[in-house]
């Protein structure tokens, strides 16, 4: 099985700056993908910004700019440090990671998430 562990979230004023972080652990053979998305109150699951082995990204048009994606393969780690917060940005984040993993050292595509950590910006 593979594990991924959050950290980072908390309230903050708007304008504000928060750092995401999270590591993958468990029978990992390679880390494809790993991305963050978020979820606010009432709404669905919207992709934030994912990032490639290679560090290619991809962020959704209401964080260009504000939000940058890093990763650390040799750690197995994702970052997200947030920028500019508005209010509108208040949500549970989750943490995704697919690729690879062994169990019983037979290959198996795994498609992980995090538990959640909340980000919650005041006006």
């Known amino acids: 099985q593979v594990q991924l562990v959050e950290s980072g979230g908390g309230l903050v004023q708007a304008g504000g700056s928060l750092r995401l972080s999270c590591a993958a652990s468990?029978?990992?053979?390679?880390?494809?993908?790993m991305g963050w998305y978020r979820q606010a109150p009432g709404k669905q699951r919207d992709l934030v910004a994912t990032?490639?082995?290679?560090?290619?990204?991809n962020y959704a048009d209401s964080v260009k700019g504000r939000f940058t994606i890093s990763r650390d393969n040799s750690k197995n780690t994702v970052a997200l440090q947030m920028n500019d917060l508005s209010p509108e940005d208040t949500a549970v984040y989750y943490c995704n990671a697919k690729g690879v993993m062994s169990t019983s050292f037979i290959p198996e595509v795994f498609d992980a998430w995090g538990q959640g950590t909340l980000v919650t910006v005041s006006s």
């Open positions: 990032i490639t082995p290679a560090g290619k990204t």
């Open positions: 468990g029978s990992i053979v390679t880390i494809n993908d």
